[in-house]
């Protein structure tokens, strides 16, 4: 398994989109295998050389979401790193939606944020790593993103920031809270500042972002509020008590909050990604190698297959979807 792409189409039957082993065609079939002519393959992957097949799953909002494939794309995107694949097909559309990622200097969401770029957001960028952000600005960007330097553990520093991105043009429609920080350790021998560091970025930094945007999400009565939390968050990890805690506080946080804030249309969801980031390569090598094994796929996913999903929870079709735990994690958690 190499790509997990998702990708939105115009309504058919159930169908399996069938690529020639080592060719470069397309065609899509239906379950019987019968040619599905309404349904044209994404153009993106028309181009490329295709390995393998894609499975696309009939949506009841009357779209097709592709969830999952085999499929490798030997094409010059390849990011070195096991052959994972760093290209997503795009049909999401969030033009004239502002979205804020937070922790998007690398990593995840760093990733989050081009997808949302790519899909034809005005995208706020914010992170506490100055030096960072100011290095993205040769990124590969379709629009202007806005850098924002904050600390979410702060919550001054997060009104600022609100502040900021206000005058700057319009609040917030959709909040990623993906800010995070590890610092490992046997709980007996875990220090305060340890302890509360990891407890401050994550469950406060979610707690401090999401109040903030509130407002204008519940003034407009359209909201899309995302929180990242871990498998670790469920089922514990050795020298982890801080971080265990602290996305397990993020579940809870998640719940309560989809419930308050369900009547004025705002949803509130949750992800658990497992994707290789320099989080991950913090994590010592035999750990990370278990870590691995243990997702049914055999592999991290990339940043950019976080994206997708992301975008999915963010849309109107999942305007019915609150206070779930979306895993993005090559079945990790089952
Ligand atoms: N990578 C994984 O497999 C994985 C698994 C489960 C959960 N997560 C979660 O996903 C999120 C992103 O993880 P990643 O792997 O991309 O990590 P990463 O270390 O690559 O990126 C984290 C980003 O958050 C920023 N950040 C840290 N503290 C901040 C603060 N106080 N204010 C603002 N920005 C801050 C960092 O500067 C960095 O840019 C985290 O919440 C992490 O816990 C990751």
Not at 44 to 54: H, M
Not at 293 to 313: C, I, Q, T
Request: with cysteine; charged share 20%; aromatic share 8%.
């Amino acid at each position: 398994m190499y790509l997990s792409a998702v990708q939105c189409l115009p309504a058919t039957s159930w169908c399996i989109w069938s690529v020639p082993r080592e060719g470069n065609g397309v065609s899509l079939e239906n379950e019987t295998g019968n040619h599905c002519p309404r349904t044209e393959p994404p153009s993106a992957c028309e181009s490329r050389r295709i390995l393998g097949r894609l499975r696309i799953y009939s949506m009841a909002s009357g779209y097709l979401l592709v969830i999952e494939s085999d499929v490798a794309i030997s094409a010059s995107k390849l990011d070195g790193r096991k052959g994972i694949n760093r290209t997503m097909t795009l049909s999401y559309n969030f033009s004239g939606k502002t979205v804020l990622v937070t922790g998007a200097a690398q990593g995840i969401g760093l990733a989050v944020a081009h997808f949302f770029d790519r899909a034809g957001a005005r995208v706020c960028v914010l992170d506490y790593d100055q030096g960072a952000l100011e290095k993205l600005e040769d990124g590969n960007w379709e629009r202007k993103f806005i850098p924002v330097v904050c600390n979410v553990a702060n919550s001054q520093s997060v009104t600022d920031a609100f502040r900021a991105i206000a005058s700057s043009g319009s609040s917030p429609d959709i909040v990623i809270n993906n800010a995070g920080v590890l610092r490992d350790g046997v709980v007996w021998k875990m220090s305060d500042e340890n302890w509360s560091t990891v407890l401050d970025v994550h469950v406060t930094g979610t707690f401090n972002c999401t109040r903030e945007a509130i407002p204008h999400m519940r003034n407009q009565g359209w909201g899309r509020i995302i929180n990242t939390t871990s498998y670790t968050g469920l089922h514990g990890n050795v020298g982890q008590a801080n971080y265990a805690a602290a996305k397990a506080g993020i579940i809870g946080f998640t719940r309560s909050t989809a419930k308050e804030l369900a009547r004025f249309g705002i949803t509130v969801n949750a992800i658990s990604p497992n994707a290789m980031t320099a989080m991950v390569e913090s994590i010592p090598e035999r750990r990370r190698r278990e870590l691995e094994l243990m997702a049914p796929m055999g592999r991290f996913g990339s940043p950019e297959e976080v994206g997708p999903a992301v975008g999915f929870l963010a849309s109107d079709e999942a305007a019915y979807i609150t206070g779930v735990v979306l895993p993005i994690d090559g079945g990790l958690s089952i």
